[in-house]
């Protein structure tokens, strides 16, 4: 585990260590810390837009001592897994746009307003609670519907900006969105961790319908 503190100290050692300005997003538990939504967590995720990027990050996190780590271990055989790196207790994953299933869309850079510098060249925006959600709903580790019910009951949720990115993950090519998130979430509601509307589990379903459909109209 690591906490805000720790997290900030290592990223400042990373950003100095860096040879260029490299631009990056938090997401998962390190996005949450940021948000004020956590305490600590168990790893950092970082998406990158360009490989390069990641290089020059993977890279910098050799120099402090980081080592690899076999991606299985943590992923399976998931497709779009990201590189993992592990410094002392801390394990760093960090993925290209594609993340398992999911796309980090434009859509989801765009709300990623909150931004922080480290060190003298490592920005990180971070992603938009409602982005944190979804992209735990679907992607589904360890403890993300603890997560998930901690990020509902904040308030921060705007849910038809979750149902439209759904919409959009689909269109980007991910087309369990919208049932991985609508049964995460009908879980969630089941278990009472957090208050989910049913109109959002309707709209949910509806959405898987028509994608049903479509898909049959496609076939014929």
């Known amino acids: 585990m690591i906490d805000l503190e720790g997290q900030e100290k290592i990223l400042v050692s990373i950003g100095n260590i860096l ?8 997401i998962g538990g390190t996005a949450m810390m940021f948000c004020n939504l956590k305490d600590a967590t168990l790893d950092v995720d970082l998406v990158f837009d360009r490989k390069s990027d990641r290089e020059e990050m993977i890279s910098a996190l050799r120099k402090i001592k980081a080592k690899e780590l076999d991606v299985t271990l943590v992923y399976g055989q998931k ?13 760093f994953d960090l993925f290209m746009n594609k993340i398992i299933t999911s ?21 990180i925006n971070v ?28 308030s921060m949720v705007n849910w038809d900006i979750i149902i439209k990115e759904a919409e959009n993950q689909i269109i980007s090519g991910n ?13 969630i509601k089941k278990l009472g961790t957090a208050e989910i509307p049913n109109e959002v589990l309707d709209k949910l379903w509806d959405l898987m319908k028509e994608q049903i459909k479509k898909k049959s109209r496609e076939a014929k």
């Open 127 to 154: 992603a938009d609670a409602q982005d944190i959600l979804l992209l735990k709903a679907v992607t589904l580790r360890r403890k993300d519907e603890d997560d998930i019910a901690i990020i509902i009951k904040s």
């Open 19 to 26: 040879e260029k300005k490299i631009f990056i997003y938090a």
């Open 79 to 91: 497709e779009n897994t990201p590189y993992v790196m592990k410094l002392d207790n801390v394990r």
């Open 175 to 187: 087309e369990r969105a919208v049932l991985d998130l609508g049964t995460t979430l009908e879980k």
């Open 103 to 123: 796309v980090f869309s434009e859509q989801m850079k765009g709300r990623a307003k909150q931004i922080h510098e480290f060190g003298r060249n490592l920005i």
